[in-house]
């Protein structure tokens, strides 16, 4: 049996974007946007015009914590996927995460709103390609939003989990973010060495994309990894798995002080050959 190819998506680990940084080329005149194929992987990822603090800036702007939220006490993760256009405009928004339904819609308002991206570049050229942005709700003890600083209690945890980590003060968006000591390509080389895929899940032919989260402490140990999006349970328990071996990651900083920060990781699974009768 030849080995099973495993192909890692390691373009997205801010919990809030999906691009760490701004564009330095300028105001760019991307074609209109029309129907097409959507790059999976492009050369250059879609960006939030001048990049995560600019798009964390509009979504604190933006935001409007619904009333009926805040009778509720209403708090939770939401994350929509969409697709960026060739022209920048969000396009497909398609849930995958919930939270309170008034909170879900207020996320969507929020991306609806926001300004065309820089599209995504494919071999020169201009291409729709899908994104995602996560978004934290919490109330503060003046029921205001907050839009940066998160201590949501997580619902879905199943690797490493420290209460403690997960009651103390989360944040989604940090001046410095955490990083693999490493770096992306040794990451990527770690999860393909680590996973071992499941023999139900690749009999049936099973395979995708499973988005995780994770919470890179204040000195860098990895805890409270959970399955955002799942395929299959033990696609979703082999992630966990290997996740949960990953050594201490350069923590995120925050005003010169080390954090702890929530991110995400997504990692597809992909058979090269075809399923075990």
Known sequence: MNAKRLLLSLSALSLVTVSLFASSSGQLQPPPADEGRVIENPDIPALFAGGSGEMHKFISQTLRYPADAVERNAQGLVVYTFIVEKDGTLTNFDLIHRADSSLNKEALRILQAMPPWRPAKYKGQYVRSKSYVPMYFRLNKNANAVARNTTTRSTNTI???????????????????????????????????????????????????????????????IFNIEVVQGLHPQLDNEAVRVLSLMSKWIPGENKGEKVNVKCLLPIDFAIDEEPIP
């Open 159 to 221: 690797g490493k989990t420290n209460p403690d980590i997960a009651n103390s003060e989360v944040y989604s968006i940090v001046e410095k973010m955490p990083e693999y000591p490493y770096g992306e390509k040794e990451l990527a080389g770690f999860i393909a060495h680590q996973l071992r895929y499941p023999k139900e899940a690749r009999q049936q032919g099973i395979e995708g994309r499973i988005l995780c989260s994770f919470i890179v402490a204040a000195d860098g140990s």
